[in-house]
């Protein structure tokens, strides 16, 4: 089955001409709106993403710079405590031989010395012979490092191991001792004193450098926070202790800050219930594990480009947009005048064609006039597919019936053979 054509007219004609173009410019317009969108929400992105890699790169900077600064502080500590450790051995010695120039020294003689300057100080001396590994002073001490040690050695066996150990490494001995514990650090040094088979030595005071190494660490963060663009905060993850958190020289406790802050909530309780799955590698933080210590640093910067970023952005897409919607303006208004140049057009064309559709039905009417008044036969042919027409009078006037002749050829077979020749030749010439 076949579908018919449909026809247009000229009014059809007019109307998609009119139509048409709006709605492909409206579809047009929503459609470069949706790109543009997309457009500039990419860049928008890509943007936002090299901004916080340039943060990133600056707090890691600026951090690494804090770091090194800090561990300067750190061995200075250490080399503050040296010193003050050498100066009592120092003067330790200067008193044992002060009284050795007048009498063979027993330990006796500097008992109370030792006893006053240890409740003066808080430091813990260690006297031994080297010869009978005999402890003279700081048994408690010596077994205070069994402790550390984790040593499963008797005490006695203990005491003369940890002893030949500390005769071997020699003399102007300095070793650290860690105390896994309660997660500090003391100091030892060591002399011997050959003239009298002794080896005298001095522990620094309990949590001490951890104490120092604490203080460097804030005034650190005080002093560094205040020449850049932002600042650095600390975490005790062993006492859930927050300093400098809100860039004020203040102690916090986590949990007011875990209850304010999203943004560290999950550093904090991963440093808190998972310290010994955690290491430097961390971005922008700096983990003091050996102390449960943290550190890291907090910028302004991001926070501002960023505004400053999406701010942009969004003028671009303002503008893009406006421009977009004069463009579409100036594209109606040529649309309505060219519909309107169109409509006049097609006004004029259809007054012209009534004209003449009024014109040949006037002819049409004369010419039916004519020929019922002229009473004549009249006939016509199309010579596309060779069809004639004869009116009644000339089927009348000859005797024929409708429909008898049909074509040219029914018609040259009634005409007589000698006048057909003839006939085609003047059909053939007109």
Same mark, same amino acid.
């Given at each position: 089955?076949f $579908? @018919? /054509?449909?026809? %247009?007219? +000229?009014?059809?004609?007019? =109307?998609? !001409?009119?139509?048409?173009?709006? *709605?492909f410019?409206?579809?047009?317009?929503?459609?470069?709106?949706?790109?543009?969108a997309i457009?500039?929400?990419?860049?928008l992105?890509?943007e936002?993403?090299?901004?916080?890699q340039?943060?990133?790169?600056?707090?890691?900077?600026?951090?690494?710079?804090?770091?090194?600064d800090?561990?300067?502080?750190a061995?200075?500590v250490?080399d503050?405590?040296?010193?003050? $450790? @050498? /100066?009592?051995? %120092?003067? +330790?010695?200067?008193?044992? =031989?002060? !009284?050795a120039?007048?009498k063979? *020294?027993?330990?006796?003689d500097?008992?109370?010395?030792?006893?006053?300057?240890?409740?003066?100080?808080?430091v813990?001396?260690?006297?031994?012979?080297?010869?009978?590994?005999?402890?003279l002073?700081?048994?408690?001490?010596?077994?205070?490092?069994?402790?550390l040690?984790?040593?499963?050695?008797?005490?006695?066996?203990?005491?003369?191991?940890?002893?030949?150990n500390?005769?071997?490494?020699?003399?102007?001995? +300095?070793?650290?001792?860690?105390?896994?514990?309660r997660?500090?650090?003391r100091?030892?040094?060591?002399e011997?004193?050959?003239?009298?088979?002794?080896?005298?030595?001095?522990?620094?005071?309990?949590?001490?450098?951890?104490v120092?190494?604490?203080?460097?660490?804030f005034?650190?963060?005080?002093?560094?926070?205040k020449?850049?663009?932002?600042?650095?905060?600390?975490?005790?993850?062993l006492?859930?202790?927050?300093?400098?958190?809100?860039?004020?020289?203040?102690?916090?406790?986590l949990?007011?800050?875990?209850?304010?802050?999203?943004?560290?909530?999950?550093?904090?309780?991963?440093?808190?219930?998972?310290?010994?799955?955690?290491?430097?590698?961390?971005?922008?933080?700096y983990?003091f594990?050996?102390?449960?210590?943290?550190?890291?640093?907090?910028t302004?910067s991001?926070?501002h480009?960023?505004?400053?970023?999406e701010?942009?952005?969004?003028?671009?897409?303002?503008?893009?947009?406006l421009?977009?919607?004069?463009?579409?303006?100036?594209?109606?208004?040529?649309?309505?005048?060219?519909?309107?140049?169109?409509?006049?057009?097609f006004?004029?064309?259809?007054?012209?064609?009534?004209?003449?559709?009024?014109?040949?039905?006037?002819?049409?009417e004369?010419?039916?006039?004519?020929i019922?008044?002229?009473?004549?036969?009249?006939w016509d042919?199309?010579?596309?597919?060779?069809?004639?027409?004869?009116?009644?009078?000339?089927?009348?006037m000859?005797?024929?019936?409708?429909?008898?002749?049909?074509?040219?050829?029914?018609?040259f077979?009634?005409?007589?053979?000698?006048?057909?020749?003839?006939?085609?030749e003047?059909?053939?010439?007109?």
């Open positions: 089955m $579908l @018919r /054509k449909r026809f %247009y007219s +000229l009014h059809d004609i007019k =109307k998609q !001409i009119t139509i048409i173009p709006p *709605i410019l409206l579809i047009l317009s929503i459609i470069a709106f949706i790109v543009t457009i500039v929400d990419n860049k992105q890509n936002l993403e090299l901004t916080k340039k943060d990133n790169f600056y707090k890691k900077e600026v951090l690494n710079n804090y770091i090194a800090v561990k300067y502080n061995n200075a250490f503050d405590e040296e010193i003050v $450790l @050498r /100066k009592y051995i %120092y003067e +330790l010695k200067g008193y044992i =031989k002060a !009284i120039l007048n063979q *020294i027993a330990y006796k500097i008992d109370n010395y030792i006893k006053d300057i240890e409740e003066q100080d808080r813990k001396f260690v006297i031994y012979n080297t010869r009978t590994n005999e402890i002073h700081g048994d408690s001490i010596i077994l205070y490092l069994q402790t040690t984790n040593s499963k050695l008797k005490t006695q066996k203990f005491k003369e191991s940890i002893l030949k500390i005769t071997h490494l020699g003399n102007e001995n +300095l070793q650290y001792w860690i105390d896994h514990q997660r500090s650090i100091l030892s040094y060591f011997k004193l050959p003239s009298i088979e002794w080896s005298i030595g001095i522990f620094s005071k309990i949590d001490d450098i951890k120092e190494l604490k203080r460097a660490i005034e650190s963060i005080l002093t560094k926070s020449v850049i663009d932002g600042h650095f905060w600390f975490y005790d993850y006492n859930n202790i927050v300093f400098n958190y809100y860039n004020k020289a203040r102690a916090y406790d949990e007011d800050i875990l209850k304010e802050n999203e943004e560290d909530k999950k550093i904090l309780n991963l440093y808190y219930n998972h310290p010994d799955l955690l290491n430097n590698d961390v971005e922008n933080i983990n594990s050996k102390y449960h210590f943290l550190v890291t640093v907090k302004n991001f926070k480009k960023k505004a400053e970023v701010k942009s952005f969004q003028n671009k897409l303002i503008t893009i947009i421009i977009i919607f004069a463009v579409v303006i100036v594209i109606v208004i040529f649309l309505m005048a060219f519909t309107r140049f169109i409509t006049t057009i006004t004029r064309y259809n007054k012209r064609l009534e004209m003449k559709n009024n014109m040949f039905k006037i002819w049409k004369r010419y039916e006039l004519a019922i008044a002229s009473n004549d036969g009249l042919i199309t010579f596309k597919d060779n069809t004639i027409f004869f009116s009644n009078k000339w089927l009348e000859f005797g024929y019936q409708n429909g008898d002749i049909k074509v040219l050829d029914d018609w077979a009634l005409i007589h053979k000698d006048d057909k020749h003839l006939l085609q003047k059909f053939s010439k007109h």
